[in-house]
């Protein structure tokens, strides 16, 4: 009986060099989350319902949408400043409008009845149209949001630095928490550049993200400990290259599935879960890179002394042959 042969990624015995290009990888990374914090500041992101407040009607005509009669029959009910947008088949429209200002501003009563307006002005337009949803979220509430979300991301961040220091040594720590936040950097440039709506939905998958990442570098560290004790005079450079060449094939498989299951949300998920898949996809090509090309070199420069020092010195001691 013979045994099918097992689809690798790379064949066994692959030596990659990887650190021989590991300036290279660190510089494009500086670059990249440079360009992504400006991004952050200009043009910035497209904050959601969560985080920005205000009104967001989804309604369903009977036929395509017609967006001229739509905006004339909102002017007619004084809904001005109404964003218009398209999303999902050519009969679903998605309102958007700020929350109600005046004395009752943030008031239920007046949240209701600017939404009757628009249920209104859109059943004028085109007969037959139906609300499906309607959310509000007042100013105090999304900022509560919105600070609530990055404190989410910064003691998520701590908890993975106490995590790793806590299961390997400090160098390892670090390293994976500087990374992890290039890592974000470079995601908060996607958003910023695809346009899709920061809310806390995209918070989630972001945590996401930070913790594939953060397991996906804890599986490189790993093999690196094993050969800490198994080379005790290997120099530490080829010892990281050795063990991101034998974790490759895991490395890549994880990451091809974890893709292909998330790709067929972004293409098919709708409005609602496309972004967050799209994300999603982003962060796994980002995470898995970076593994390699941004954790490993900046463990390398991190501890080249010390580590392989420590390894050295943890040796056991042999006896020397009698008569010498």
Not at 224 to 242: A, G, Q, T
Not at 317 to 324: E, H, T, W, Y
Request: hydrophobic share 50%.
């Amino acid at each position: 009986m013979f045994r099918r042969p097992i689809a690798r990624f790379v064949p066994d015995g692959t030596r990659i060099s990887f650190m021989r290009g590991r300036w290279l990888g660190l510089a494009t990374s500086a670059v990249l989350s440079l360009l992504s914090i400006g991004l952050f500041f200009y043009p910035g992101l497209s904050l959601g319902l969560d985080f920005r407040g205000g009104i967001v009607v989804e309604a369903r005509t009977q036929g395509p949408a017609d967006f001229g009669r739509i905006r004339a029959a909102l002017a007619a009910q004084h809904v001005t400043e109404a964003g218009l947008q398209r999303f999902g088949g050519p009969d679903d429209v998605l309102i958007r409008l700020d929350a109600p200002a005046g004395k009752d501003a943030g008031s239920e009563a007046a949240t209701q009845a600017l939404v009757e307006r628009v249920r209104t002005a859109v059943s004028q337009a085109q007969p037959g149209t139906q609300v499906l949803r309607a959310d509000a979220v007042g100013a105090s509430v999304s900022s509560e949001l919105f600070r609530n979300g990055l404190l989410a991301l910064g003691i998520s961040l701590l908890m993975i630095l106490g995590y790793i220091w806590f299961r390997f040594e400090w160098e390892f720590a670090v390293s994976a928490v500087l990374t992890l936040v290039l890592d974000l950097t470079k995601t908060i440039g996607f958003l910023a550049v695809t346009r899709f709506e920061f809310d806390l939905v995209m918070v989630a998958a972001i945590l996401t993200i930070l913790g594939y990442s953060t397991n996906d570098k804890v599986v490189v560290y790993d093999r690196v400990r094993e050969n800490l004790r198994k080379y005790r005079s290997m120099p530490l450079r080829e010892l990281i290259d050795l063990s991101i060449n034998e974790t490759l094939n895991r490395t890549l498989g994880t990451s091809s599935t974890v893709f292909l299951a998330a790709l067929p949300l972004a293409l098919f998920g709708g409005a609602t879960l496309s972004g967050f898949a799209w994300v999603m996809l982003f962060g796994i090509v980002v995470g898995t890179s970076s593994s390699i090309f941004i954790a490993a070199p900046i463990l390398l420069l991190l501890g080249e002394k010390r580590l392989r020092r420590d390894a050295q010195s943890a040796a056991p001691v042999r006896a020397r042959p009698a008569g010498n």
